[in-house]
């Protein structure tokens, strides 16, 4: 049976990471704070030109949503791993993907989260983790260079088969960083040889 096992120490760096991913790319209030950011700036730009008489007032507001996003998201990560227990980190984590379920034990904490396919809701996978996401808001993650059993691309093909998919028919999995270049490279090589290959088959006939 095809398996992959990933065995993870504790590493508050790694939490760190994948809460701040997650509010970068998954939060709608900080995607908000940024979009009112914008706004303020454009304001301020046009009453710079304009020069209005709140001219000052437009730049203040422009700073404190600008200062006000990063503060929110560096409170916000290290709020959440402040919560940690110091059982949870001295512990390691040992999660087991097949092509049933995914299971996640911990050798401090007592039982087991056992997550069927169809439980997940998105996998995001970057240069350095695998990020599945079980809601909206909250997840496990595997760290690749932990994997113990099977391989990186073992993972990613077991979840593409068997991940639930979107309103379009494709799987719930997203792509980042320098892997998402690699992805959409593959996909123009991918689409250059079925044109090649299409133009042998109209020659042909």
Known sequence: ?????????????QHKQFYL????HRSATIWLLTVISGIM???AVYNTIQKNNNLAFSWIAF????ILTPLMILSRVNGVV???TPERIKST?????TKEKLVRSNDVLQGKAVIGWNNISLICENDRYFY??????TGIFVVKEDIIEGSVEQLRKL????LPVDKKGNPVYKYYGQVKKEYKAKKRIEKKQRKEAKKKQEKKA
Do not use: G
């Open 159 to 162: 979840a593409l088969s068997h």
């Open 93 to 97: 984590d040992t999660i087991e993907i």
């Open 1 to 13: 049976m095809e398996k992959i096992v990933s065995k993870t120490k504790y590493n508050r760096k």
């Open 41 to 43: 700036l454009v304001l």
């Open 63 to 66: 700073a404190f949503t600008a």
């Open 132 to 137: 599945i996401y079980t809601t909206d808001t």
């Open 21 to 24: 991913f997650h509010l970068l």
């Open 82 to 84: 402040k919560q940690e």
